[in-house]
């Protein structure tokens, strides 16, 4: 069974400010893919990431980072810098390699909301 | 098409109506899901299709719901005699490859049911 939390509901900061997003996963799969999501209010899910397991190495791309640390089974995603535009609801989610089940988890979400 | 269009984007159904909800995926996508959203929740799995053959129907409710996807390419999740509880918005989700690396959602059907 795959599980994903994100434990933070809803973050609100001011522009500018730093924020990390939370994601913790549970699965009993030895190889996984990772990815994370922005939901905006228009509704459709953006893809943002996504992250082999047998990869560990840090992502930057512009504002966006990620942290995956497999041994505490983590994959968090800071935005730097943080700006209005990117008030959205951010998913993360967790589906195996292999095994024939290609099925994406995903976590409750959480809501960011960024003000001028 | 340049995304996953899904029709109606809204919908209001009466108790006990049956609904359609119709996903367009990327012209030539192999992989087809549905999701279910609830209000302030993540997306749960309803169903899974590679081309025409559903694989995996596991996330679905009830046998109120049912989906296909005839030639492949249009899926249509139909949804029988409706409930309250099946108010939540309706995701689609499709892949170009049959064993799926990234997935692009359409923007739901919002369907409320009074």
């Known amino acids: 069974a795959q599980k994903v939390t994100q434990a933070q509901t809803e973050i609100s900061v001011v522009e500018k400010e730093d924020v990390t997003l939370d994601c913790v996963y549970e699965?009993?799969?030895?190889?996984?893919?990772l990815f994370w999501y922005k939901q905006p209010p228009s509704g459709e899910l953006v893809f943002l990431i996504r992250r082999n397991s047998f990869d560990e190495q840090n992502e930057i791309s512009g504002r966006y980072s990620w942290n995956f640390q497999k041994s505490t089974s983590s994959f968090n995603f800071t935005i730097t810098a943080s700006q209005v535009v990117d008030s959205a609801v951010y998913f993360c989610a967790l589906r195996p390699a292999s095994g024939g089940s290609y099925i994406p988890t995903f976590g409750r979400g959480t809501s960011l909301i960024v003000h001028p | 098409g340049a995304g996953v269009s899904q029709s109606p984007r809204y919908k209001v159904a009466k108790r006990g109506q049956d609904v359609a909800l119709r996903c367009d995926p990327i012209s030539g996508h192999v992989s087809l899901f549905w999701y279910q959203q609830a209000l302030g929740q993540g997306p749960e799995f309803l169903t899974y299709f590679q081309n025409e053959a559903q694989l995996d129907k596991s996330g679905l409710p009830s046998d109120r719901f049912f989906a296909e996807r005839p030639e492949g390419s249009v899926s249509t999740l139909k949804i029988q005699r409706t409930q309250q509880e099946d108010s939540a918005v309706y995701l689609c989700?499709?892949?170009?490859?049959?064993?799926?690396?990234?997935?692009?959602f359409g923007s739901g059907t919002r369907l409320t049911v009074v």
């Open positions: 699965t009993r799969d030895t190889t996984y893919y």
């Open positions: 989700a499709s892949s170009s490859y049959e064993v799926p690396y990234g997935y692009t």
